[in-house]
């Protein structure tokens, strides 16, 4: 499991096309659209960072604000005929079988919950990193956490 | 119980992980080019609104006039509920019918808040030149064997909105369902009339600020024509629209910059049956069916502020107004006559209005935990039904909402937060 990086606070507008905040980004949007879309979103996240930096250098948390961004990228990308029914369907470089019972279950939370336990279960980030990425209260994320799971638990008991 | 995270799936998600990371460093070390343009992969636009008539004025020709001499409005109070098509001859409409689903497909979405999401998302690409906006779909009401009511906030860089997406089954006896309407604010239709392929009506808005009022074929989303109406024109304005020949048309009205110039997030779609020569759409009749389901309010928790006396050398408050009710101007209004009304005084400071989430309550104080020298019961604030004391953060979750971080950020510990819901009636 890659160490995710200490968070930086209140990024400038350079920070923010960071190999740190792009790897934040695209782990939350992989999470979020699967891994096609959730790339390209970030990457338009990435290219909205570039091109709108006066505006993002006067926001307390721009990394939260292109996660938003991001999101709405990928809902326009996101192909309405294929639903998310993975969030990677490559194979692993280390011979490690597809957890698809696993993924399949992570795709059927509400979204929120799903970002929320991979970007911290599979990830590694604290709460608070999840949370300036999310741009939502650590408390939300502990409840996104914590119901997540518990559904999470339940859809892998009963597959 | 047991801990939903054993050390399984915990083990399993560490490798989801480094599988994730693993890919995506694959492709990053891939050139680029060589990567399927999103472009190719992305599907067609599909239009998912149904019974939704629009008003489209043109910006090249704008036809409507302000009457001057506002006329005595018979609006007809009308809650959003779908109407079968009407296809009848085009001599036989007096407004357009209602309209088929509009889908260019006829996929199904296996839930509301799926459609909400792709209706949404539909229309924030498809906002005036000028807006930037994000969106976020929050939760569903259902209201059975009615609707199901989606909530949803969009934001700007400056501001945010709350609002309601009203989906029903589709009436075409397929799986399918259908927008029927989406605002955050509250919209008039009325003194409607088609004559000669000629729209005429009023229009007002519950909200100040430059309208833009687009027509749109409903069934290819179209623009058909559009006009900018500008300022807080609270009195009906006339409009007129020709050129129509769609089957069906959409109104769809977005309210800009108002006279403080800040970028609000005002944004409404709304249904006129064939038939209907007014119609009051919008939020307001959405939140009057969402209380109405959920009955008086939930019940209040109240703790007894004991009474203190001022302590003016030592004693700084702050004082916020929050709209959650969707109505603009309240907290406007509540923090010019709280200002008026402490004349001057350097104990409390009052702060500027912001929108917050919807709640469905009337008016909450909720009291940072540093403001207790000061007895709030001594300002004037609108009556509560619901009190509370402590973090600010955790009082907003008791509210059974969830503020976005910013409005949270702001307001310190000695902070008394007055949350006026969709049920105040100031």
């Known amino acids: 499991m890659v160490t995710p990086k200490t968070a930086s606070s209140n990024p400038n507008s350079k920070d923010l096309q960071s190999a740190d905040v792009r790897e934040r980004l695209e782990r939350a949007l992989v999470a979020r659209f699967g891994m096609d879309d959730g790339l390209d979103a970030a990457a338009e996240a990435i290219l909205y960072a570039a091109t709108h930096t006066e505006r993002l250098d006067g926001m307390e948390n721009p990394v939260g604000y292109l996660y938003r961004v991001g999101q709405t990228a990928g809902r326009r990308l996101r192909s309405r005929w294929n639903r998310l029914d993975q969030l990677v369907t490559a194979p692993s470089e280390h011979d490690q079988p597809l957890d698809i019972d696993l993924q399949r279950a992570l795709t059927r939370l509400k979204p929120t919950e799903r970002v929320a336990i991979v970007l911290v279960h599979a990830h590694g980030h604290t709460y608070a990193e999840a949370a300036q990425i999310l741009d939502i209260p650590v408390t939300t994320v502990n409840n996104h956490l914590s119901r997540g799971l518990t559904r999470l638990r339940t859809l892998m008991d009963t597959q | ?268 779609e709304v249904h006129l049956a064939d038939g209907d020569t007014a119609t009051n759409a919008g ?53 010019d006559d709280l200002t008026a009304f402490l004349e001057n005084t350097d104990i409390v400071n009052v702060l500027s209005p912001k929108n917050g989430p919807a709640w469905d309550g009337a008016v909450a104080w909720l009291l940072g935990p540093d403001s207790s020298c000061l007895d709030p019961t001594l300002l004037g604030l609108p009556e509560p039904d619901l009190i509370n004391v402590g973090d600010l953060d955790d009082q907003w979750s008791e509210l059974g909402v969830e503020p976005d971080t910013d409005l949270a950020a702001d307001d310190t510990s000695n902070t008394i937060v007055v ?8």
């Open chain 2, 283 to 335: 939020w307001t009749p959405m939140s009057d069916i969402v209380q109405a389901h959920f009955g008086t309010s939930t019940s209040a928790t109240t703790e007894a502020i004991t009474p203190t006396t001022f302590v003016p050398g030592d004693c700084r408050v702050n004082v916020r107004f929050y709209n959650s009710a969707g109505r603009a101007g309240i907290a406007t209004r509540a923090t």
């Open chain 2, 1 to 268: 119980m047991n801990d939903p995270l054993d050390s399984d799936l915990k083990d399993r998600l560490d490798s989801l992980g480094t599988h994730l990371d693993g890919e995506r460093q694959r492709r990053r070390a891939t050139a680029d080019d060589t990567r399927e343009p999103a472009a190719g992969r992305r599907s067609g636009r599909i239009l998912l609104v149904a019974a939704v008539a629009v008003i489209l004025v043109g910006m090249a020709a704008l036809v409507a006039q302000n009457n001057s001499t506002a006329e005595q409005i018979e609006a007809v109070d009308q809650t959003p509920t779908p109407r079968v098509t009407a296809n009848g001859d085009v001599s036989d409409r007096t407004i357009f019918p209602a309209g088929g689903r509009v889908a260019a497909d006829e996929a199904a979405f296996a839930s509301a808040e799926e459609l909400a999401q792709e209706y949404l998302d539909s229309r924030l690409d498809a906002a005036p030149e000028g807006i930037e906006l994000t969106g976020t779909i929050r939760d569903a009401i259902d209201i059975p064997g009615v609707a199901t009511i989606v909530t949803f906030s969009i934001q700007t860089p400056d501001d945010s909105g709350d609002g309601y997406i009203y989906i029903t089954p589709d009436e075409s006896g397929t799986d399918s369902l259908a927008v029927i309407a989406a605002a955050i604010i509250g919209v008039d239709l009325t003194d409607l009339s088609l004559v000669d392929g000629v729209l005429q009506g009023s229009i007002s808005t519950s909200g100040p600020g430059e309208r833009v009022i687009e027509v749109r074929d409903a069934r290819t989303d179209e623009l058909i024509d559009a006009t900018t109406v500008d300022d807080d024109q609270l009195v009906p304005v006339r409009f007129a629209v020709d050129g129509i020949d769609a089957e069906a048309v959409n109104i769809r009205v977005w309210v800009t910059t108002p006279r403080g110039g800040v970028a609000p997030a005002h944004f409404a």
């Open chain 2, 419 to 426: 949350v006026l819901g969709s049920r105040y009636t100031g």
